[in-house]
C-alpha cells in the first residue's frame, strides 16, 4: 500500500504561483510512475502532469504547458507540481496519485490517491 498526502494549496491571486507536494509513504516513490489531477466544481477529475519513475518523462495538459511543471525526489519520497501564472481556471482540488504499471493520462490506471488539496486563485 502507498498512502500519499497533498500540502501547498491555498489562495493565491492570478499571476501568482504555488508548489503542491505530494508525500508518500509505505514504499517506495521510486517503483511509481506518478500524475497529478485536478477536479474543480461541477467538472469531473481531469489529467494535468504526469511523470515517469525515474523523472526520465513527463507531459502536461495542453492548458498548463509553460506554466505548470511536475518534479519528483525519489529519495525524498515526494512529487511536486510547481504553478505559475496561475489563472482562476485553475481553481480545483489537486490529487496526486501512483500506478506500479503504466506512465498514462487516464485515471482508471493509476491504483493510489492521495485526498487532494484546495488550489483558489482570484481574479
Known amino acids: 500500500q502507498v498512502q500519499l498526502v497533498e500540502s501547498g494549496g491555498g489562495l493565491v491571486q492570478a499571476g501568482g504561483s504555488l508548489r503542491l507536494s505530494c508525500q508518500a509513504s509505505?514504499?517506495?516513490?521510486?517503483?511509481?510512475?506518478m500524475a497529478w489531477f485536478r477536479q474543480a466544481p461541477g467538472k469531473e477529475r481531469e489529467f494535468v502532469a504526469h511523470?515517469?519513475?525515474?523523472?526520465?518523462?513527463?507531459d502536461s495538459v495542453d492548458s498548463v504547458k509553460g506554466r505548470f511543471a511536475i518534479s519528483r525526489d525519489n529519495a525524498k519520497n515526494t512529487v511536486y507540481l510547481q504553478m505559475n501564472t496561475l489563472k482562476p481556471e485553475d481553481t480545483a482540488v489537486y490529487y496526486c496519485?501512483?500506478?506500479?504499471?503504466?506512465?498514462?493520462?487516464?485515471?482508471?490506471?493509476?491504483?493510489?490517491w492521495g485526498q487532494g488539496t484546495q488550489v483558489t486563485v482570484s481574479s
Open positions: 511523470i515517469s519513475w525515474d523523472g526520465g518523462r513527463t
Open positions: 496519485a501512483a500506478s506500479g504499471d503504466y506512465y498514462s493520462i487516464y485515471r482508471r490506471e493509476y491504483d493510489y
Open positions: 509505505g514504499r517506495s516513490l521510486s517503483n511509481y510512475n
